[in-house]
C-alpha cells in the first residue's frame, strides 16, 4: 500500500476521493470544497489517498500537531468494505507516528454508528465519554455532539480541553466557513 499526500484540489485523484468522500459522510459532518482547498495549504493538514497499484483503497485525512495527531475522516471505496482494507490501513497508519492518535464518532446507537465505535476498538482505540462537540463543518449546519476515540490509550477530560482549546480554532476555522 502506498500512500499519497495531496496538496491541492487540482492534483491527480483529488475527485475521485473527493467524491468518495461526499458519499461516505453526511453534508453536516464534511467541508465544502472551497474550504477544502484553502484547510489544504495548512502545513499540518494531510490529505492522503491511499493505493495499491493503480486502485484507489481510500483516504485518509488528519492533522499533525505536535503532541497528538487527529484523524478528521477515513474512508474506503464502498466496493472494498468489509474486507479488511480500512484495518489494514489503519493498522499502517498508527504503525507511522509516536503521537497519541484521536478521532471523533457519533455516539454508540444499534446500527452502523455502534459497528465504527466496534472498529476502532479492535484496533487499539478507547471511547472517550468526555463532554465533546464539534464545531460545524459548514454555514447552515449546526455543531454534533461526538465522542471522541483515542489511541493507544483513553484521553482525559483535560486533553480534551486542551484538544479543543488549541486545536478546534485551526481545524474548524470560522472564518473559511
Not at 1 to 25: G, K, N, P, T, V
Not at 31 to 53: C, D, H, P, W
Request: proline letters at 5%; charged letters at 25%.
Amino acid at each position: 500500500m502506498e500512500y499519497s499526500r495531496l496538496s491541492s484540489i487540482s492534483a491527480s485523484h483529488f475527485m475521485e476521493a473527493w467524491q468518495l468522500y461526499e458519499s461516505s459522510f453526511p453534508q453536516e459532518e464534511r467541508r465544502t470544497l472551497e474550504v477544502q482547498e484553502k484547510i489544504m495549504q495548512n502545513a499540518e493538514y494531510n490529505f492522503e489517498v491511499v493505493f495499491s497499484g493503480d486502485r484507489m483503497l481510500g483516504f485518509i485525512l488528519w492533522w499533525g500537531f505536535k503532541d497528538v495527531v487527529f484523524v478528521e475522516h477515513f474512508a474506503t471505496s464502498p466496493e472494498l468494505r468489509g474486507q479488511g482494507y480500512g484495518k489494514i490501513i489503519l493498522q499502517e497508519f498508527l504503525k507511522r507516528g509516536k503521537r497519541p492518535v484521536i478521532l471523533e464518532v457519533e455516539l454508540p446507537e444499534p446500527g452502523i454508528k455502534e459497528r465504527r465505535i466496534g472498529f476502532y476498538e479492535r484496533l487499539g482505540f478507547t471511547l472517550n465519554t468526555h463532554q465533546y462537540v464539534q464545531p460545524p463543518m459548514q454555514k447552515g449546519c449546526g455543531a454534533l455532539t461526538l465522542y471522541l476515540m483515542s489511541y493507544p490509550k483513553e484521553y482525559s477530560a483535560e486533553s480534551v480541553a486542551h484538544f479543543v482549546d488549541n486545536y478546534h480554532p485551526l481545524i474548524y476555522d470560522q472564518g473559511l466557513l
